[in-house]
């Protein structure tokens, strides 16, 4: 009840695509959803994050897509670029004070 | 510079050696964590702080002793070192009632 599962574990995509990260959960209770980033030898950082009763949040190139019915959410870069070559995960809280991190996923942009 | 720091940022030692990771915030949080993030870059919260009392502690062991003397203050001191303690941790701090976590830029242990 507790896990938050992410897919898939790594993704190349060709600058300008449109690299798509996928997050299930089970636990009804959660009620926030960041999706954080991670360079190399740095901390995580919030990119974005969205409540449950919002089924869609943009950011610039970044947008989050929650379905509460199916219990996942994604994260989609438009005009992805080689330096949002990073470690992506998703995360899931009920309340403030616990994160569910998701296993992450090592996105490449390709020049 | 407003930020959450971490020292030191690389700290390699010997099995059954005792060390502590120092982590400091002046972002005026009243809320603090440890994050360990393994090899498999998978992060998972250790212990969570709030107003300098153990609000989480997710099953850590015993040899792992978090100390908040202040709020801006959380250090985690570990006891007899094994090699499963390689890892990177990660302090990270928030507002208690607001949900963003900041975290600092870790500390990667390697236990010989």
């Known amino acids: 009840q507790q896990q938050v599962k992410q897919s898939p574990q790594s993704l190349i995509v060709q600058k300008g695509g449109i690299p798509i990260i996928n997050c299930a959960y089970e636990?009804?209770?959660?009620?926030?959803f960041p999706w954080y980033q991670q360079f190399p030898g740095k901390g995580p950082a919030l990119l974005i994050a969205?409540?449950?009763?919002?089924s869609e949040k943009k950011e610039g190139r970044f947008t989050i897509s929650f379905n509460k019915s199916a219990k996942q959410f994604s994260l989609h870069i438009m005009d992805s670029q080689p330096g949002d070559s990073a470690t992506y995960f998703c995360?899931?809280?009920?309340?403030?004070?616990?994160?569910?991190f998701g296993t992450g996923t090592r996105l490449k942009v390709l020049a | 510079d407003t930020a959450v720091s971490q020292t030191p940022k690389y700290l390699v030692t010997q099995m059954g050696n005792d060390k502590s990771i120092k982590c400091e915030q002046n972002l005026g949080h009243d809320t603090m964590y440890w994050y360990k993030q393994d090899s498999k870059k998978f992060l998972k919260i250790m212990f969570s702080y709030n107003n300098k009392e153990l609000i989480i502690n997710e099953t850590v062991p015993n040899r792992f002793s978090p100390k908040s003397p202040d709020k801006a203050h959380l250090n985690l001191h570990i006891n007899s070192l094994e090699l499963g303690d390689s890892a990177v941790y990660f302090c990270a701090s928030g507002l208690a009632g607001g949900n963003e976590q900041f975290f600092g830029p870790g500390t990667r242990l390697t236990v010989l």
């Open positions: 636990n009804t209770a959660f009620d926030y």
């Open positions: 969205i409540r449950p009763d919002v």
């Open positions: 995360a899931a809280s009920r309340g403030t004070y616990k994160y569910i």
